[in-house]
């Protein structure tokens, strides 16, 4: 795996090193001991898999609390999103800054995302399949979300939004700790 640090600390693209031959590829996806020499969250508890029917679904920007805070590690399995990643974190130089990326079944790229770091992404294809590994278990009553629209972020989403849930399209605006 290439890891390139995007412009937020702690929030990789990786990219992977397929070893191709006459059956196609072979490539590893996740490996704990590259991911503590990056300093990354080599934790993983927990797979899920969001399956979005429609092109211009919105997903976020979500985010766990603390006592249990979540890293992410995000890949697009089917069709393709913009994946945005929002710095959270109190007293960080990148408080509010964002970072988005393509990521798609033909670039194989993942995202890396820290805790303290909401994620949110925006489907560019129908029928788009993300598959992520996240870091703690899942605890609804820390469940957390920002606007997607917020204007504290201004995020350059690349297409018009097209199906929101309910949950999502109401979150507050960004209020710092």
């Given at each position: 795996m290439i890891f390139h640090e995007t412009g937020l ?169």
């Amino acid at each position: 795996m290439i890891f390139h640090e995007t412009g937020l600390p702690g929030v990789f693209a990786i990219h992977l090193e397929p070893q191709a031959d006459e059956r196609g590829f072979f490539a590893r996806s996740w490996c704990r001991r590259e991911f503590e020499i990056h300093g990354l969250n080599p934790a993983m508890v927990q797979c899920n898999v969001s399956f979005n029917q429609k092109k211009g679904t919105l997903r976020g920007l979500h985010y766990q609390a603390a006592p249990h805070p979540e890293s992410k590690l995000v890949r697009c399995t089917a069709g393709s999103i913009f994946d945005v990643a929002v710095d959270l974190r109190p007293g960080s130089p990148t408080l509010k800054k964002w970072t988005g990326m393509v990521l798609s079944s033909a670039n194989r790229r993942m995202i890396y995302i820290p805790e303290g770091v909401a994620h949110g992404f925006l489907t560019l294809e129908d029928n788009t399949e993300i598959f992520y590994q996240m870091s703690e278990f899942y605890h609804p009553e820390l469940s957390r979300g920002v606007r997607w629209d917020d204007p504290a972020f201004k995020i350059a989403w690349p297409s018009r939004v097209e199906v929101i849930s309910e949950r999502d399209r109401n979150y507050s605006s960004f209020v710092p700790a």
